[in-house]
């Protein structure tokens, strides 16, 4: 296949890229290097199958050349921060909408075989009831849910009118090798660095926000899956989680003892996060029911390989030492 991934240097993307340049797909990475890295991906550029593009969702030309050449995109380009969002909640938008309605337009119009669109758990807001199914409702309180919910409603909208053949998965806080030791999404990997440098883990609040921890490699064996599958979702979206909770507290404990910290660190309590999200926990019977999705990660093994690659890849760039 033909393969572009917007977001391909990003955490999740260049996972996703690294798969399909391995299994000798053509795969065009996309990414305008605001969250990716060219680390995540610098081990592919030598590969003839690999090619990167150095551009931008919003640059509509740039799409209209690229998507001539594809049989399926992975659209996973996003403005991806909370706190960001709350500071610039225009650049948010124009990026998570109007970006994702250019992937969509041209993707219609060059008649793209496979279309899988990246939302988010965060467009439900915190659970009004436990675990969240797809039909829950949409209630993000932060400018990045809200503009998560638009590209998600706007990916239907094109199924509905078009027929676009798009599919809308909503990972449920993923984490992993690459993930950014930044912003709101990226807790465990903050908790793993500060607690590697003999510092605590800084909790907002009490720390009894639940989460639903999902390993990265679950989250790209589903995207193959989903790729690769004949079932019709009828546009609707599907939920990547494990269907378990942890809390913010329990998180920072298990780290202090898996960097053998125990002792030495506590969490400290800091103010709570204005438009935090109390709750979110899966249910993962759709996925299950369409492609049989099946976790292979518990979240003990994959928070074990996430401290292990922390442990040897440091520094700015996170290159191994000698």
């Not at 909790?203 to 899956?225: C, P, S, W």
Request: net charge negative; with cysteine.
């Amino acid at each position: 296949m033909n393969i572009l991934i917007t977001g391909g240097a990003g955490f999740i993307g260049s996972h996703i890229s690294e798969k399909y340049v391995k299994e000798g797909h053509n795969v065009y990475c996309l990414d305008n290097f605001m969250n990716g890295s060219l680390f995540n991906i610098r081990h592919l550029l030598t590969h003839r199958n690999f090619k990167l593009i150095n551009g931008d969702i919003l640059d509509s030309n740039l799409l209209e050349k690229v998507m001539a050449n594809v049989d399926s995109v992975m659209h996973l380009a996003a403005q991806i921060h909370v706190d960001r969002s709350v500071v610039e909640p225009k650049l948010t938008y124009d990026i998570n909408v109007l970006g994702t309605q250019n992937v969509l337009e041209l993707a219609r119009r060059h008649d793209v075989e496979n279309i899988i669109h990246t939302s988010t758990s965060e467009v439900y807001g915190t659970a009004q009831y436990a675990p969240m199914d797809e039909k829950h409702p949409l209630d993000a309180p932060h400018p990045y849910g809200a503009s998560k919910v638009a590209a998600d409603r706007m990916a239907y909208a094109y199924h509905q009118t078009y027929g676009l053949p798009v599919k809308i998965v909503r990972p449920f806080n993923v984490f992993g090798p690459r993930q950014k030791d930044g912003g709101y999404g990226g807790v465990i990997s903050i908790f793993i660095k500060r607690c590697i440098a003999g510092q605590p883990p800084l909790i907002y609040g009490e720390g009894n926000q639940m989460r639903d921890y999902t390993y990265v490699l679950d989250v790209v064996e589903a995207f193959d899956q989903i790729l690769n599958s004949d079932k019709d979702f009828n546009g609707s979206p599907v939920n990547l989680g494990t269907g378990k909770e942890i809390s913010i507290r329990e998180l920072a404990e298990e780290i202090i003892r898996l960097t053998g910290r125990e002792g030495n660190l506590k969490p400290v309590h800091i103010a709570p996060r204005q438009g935090e999200v109390m709750r979110l926990v899966s249910n993962i019977s759709r996925a299950k029911e369409l492609f049989g999705y099946d976790p292979k990660y518990s979240f003990e093994e994959g928070l074990s390989k996430l401290v292990e690659w922390y442990t040897h890849y440091r520094g700015e760039e996170w290159v191994k030492p000698a």
